[in-house]
C-alpha cells in the first residue's frame, strides 16, 4: 500500500491529452514538492518534472506537472507511441522523514 | 557526465545478507550538494526507497527497513554501500543507487539496476 495514490492504468490514442493523479496528505503532498519519473521498459526511472511543475532539460513541453493541495497531477498532451511507460509521482513525507512514492501508473497508448 | 553502478551478488539465500556497492564515476561523492540513496522495485511493482546517506556518514532510513538495513559511504572510492540482512522472498527485487539532491528529496542521477533474487 503505497504513501501516495495513483490510479494503476491509464490510455489513450495518439495525438490525445491524458492526465495522470496522485493524492497524498498534508504530511506529504500537502507541505513539499512533487517530482514525477518516468520509467519505459526494462530501464531505470528518469525525472520527468521536478518541483510540481518544472520540467528538465531535454522533456519536451507536452509534459506539464500541477499541483493543488493534497493532490498532484501530470498531464500529457499529444500523445506519441514512445510515451508508454510506467509513471510514478514523488515527494517528501513529512512523518516518515523520507520521500514516498506513488504504486504507479501504466500507461498504454492504444 | 555523472554515472552510477550497482554491484554485488544477484542470488541470496534466505536468511542471508544482502550486499550491494555504488560506484560513482563523473562527479564526486563528497559534494555537499547531493545525498546519494537506494530504491529497490519487485518485480511488476512500484518504487521503495531504502535509505539514504551523505558524504559525511550521515543516514535515514525507511522505518519499514530500518531495523534490517545500513548503508555506509567510502569516499576514498567514490562509493557507497547497502547491506540487509535478514532477507526473504520479500525482498527479492531490482535493487538502484540514486543521487538525491539536497532539500528535494528528487532522485536526479540513477544507477541501471540490480536484480536480487532472494532463493535457497
Known amino acids: 500500500q503505497s504513501v501516495l495514490t495513483q490510479p494503476p492504468s491509464a490510455s489513450g490514442t495518439p495525438g490525445q491529452r491524458v492526465t495522470i493523479s496522485c493524492s497524498g496528505s498534508s504530511s506529504n503532498i500537502g507541505n513539499n514538492a512533487v517530482n514525477w519519473y518516468q520509467q519505459l521498459p526494462g530501464t531505470a526511472p528518469k525525472v520527468l518534472i521536478y518541483t510540481n511543475n518544472q520540467r528538465p532539460s531535454g522533456v519536451p513541453d507536452r509534459f506539464s506537472g500541477s499541483k493543488s493541495g493534497t493532490s498532484a497531477s501530470l498531464a500529457i498532451s499529444g500523445l506519441q507511441s514512445e510515451d508508454e511507460a510506467d509513471y510514478y509521482c514523488?515527494?517528501?513525507?513529512?512523518?516518515?522523514?523520507?520521500?514516498?512514492f506513488g504504486g504507479g501508473t501504466k500507461l498504454t497508448v492504444l | 557526465q555523472l554515472q552510477l553502478q550497482e554491484s554485488g551478488p544477484g542470488l541470496v539465500r534466505p536468511s542471508e545478507t544482502l550486499s550491494l556497492t555504488c560506484t560513482v564515476s563523473g562527479g564526486s561523492i563528497s559534494s555537499t550538494s547531493y545525498y546519494w540513496g537506494w530504491i529497490r522495485q519487485p518485480p511488476g511493482e512500484g518504487l521503495e526507497w531504502i535509505g539514504s546517506i551523505y558524504y559525511s556518514g550521515s543516514t535515514y532510513y525507511n522505518p519499514s527497513l530500518k531495523r534490517r538495513v545500513t548503508i555506509s559511504v567510502d569516499t576514498s572510492k567514490n562509493q557507497f554501500s547497502l547491506k540487509m540482512n535478514s532477507v526473504t522472498a520479500a525482498d527479492t527485487a531490482v535493487y538502484y543507487c540514486a543521487r538525491v539532491i539536497v532539500g528535494t528529496g528528487r532522485f536526479d542521477c540513477w544507477g541501471q539496476g540490480t536484480l536480487v533474487t532472494v532463493s535457497s
Open positions: 514523488a515527494t517528501w513525507d513529512d512523518s516518515l522523514s523520507g520521500p514516498v
